[in-house]
């Protein structure tokens, strides 16, 4: 059974840091390309970071200069380090894992952290 467990959301004042961890089991997690959405209230789910399995990185314009994605593939976890929050940057942050031939069947979620920025 695959399992995305994400971890290290919670309330943070605007211009604080906060580091995301999602853990997968199941999967060979190496060979997945990784990525980490969010959704906020009334709004579409978005890509924020993504990092393929060669290490290629993708931001949204919303987030670069201030969110960074890393993957330990020995402890079968990806980070999303968030800094500089925003009040806009609030919002429930899901774990993804797509599995490089792009199989539906083999793209997998998180529940979800819930990320709160306010002062």
């Known amino acids: 059974q695959v399992q995305l467990v994400e971890s290290g959301g919670g309330l943070v004042q605007p211009g604080e840091s906060l580091r995301l961890s999602c853990a997968g089991t199941?999967?060979?997690?190496?060979?997945?390309?990784m990525a980490w959405y969010r959704q906020a209230p009334g709004k579409q789910r978005e890509l924020v970071a993504s990092?393929?399995?060669?290490?290629?990185?993708n931001y949204a314009d919303s987030v670069k200069g201030r969110a960074t994605i890393s993957r330990d593939n020995a402890k079968n976890t990806v980070i999303l380090q968030m800094n500089s929050l925003k009040p806009e940057d609030t919002a429930v942050y899901y774990c993804?894992?797509?599995?490089?031939?792009?199989?539906?069947?083999?793209?997998?979620w998180g529940l979800g952290t819930q990320v709160t920025v306010s002062s």
């Open positions: 990092l393929s399995n060669s290490g290629n990185t």
């Open positions: 993804n894992a797509q599995h490089p031939s792009g199989v539906l069947a083999y793209n997998y």
């Open positions: 199941g999967i060979n997690f190496r060979l997945y390309h």
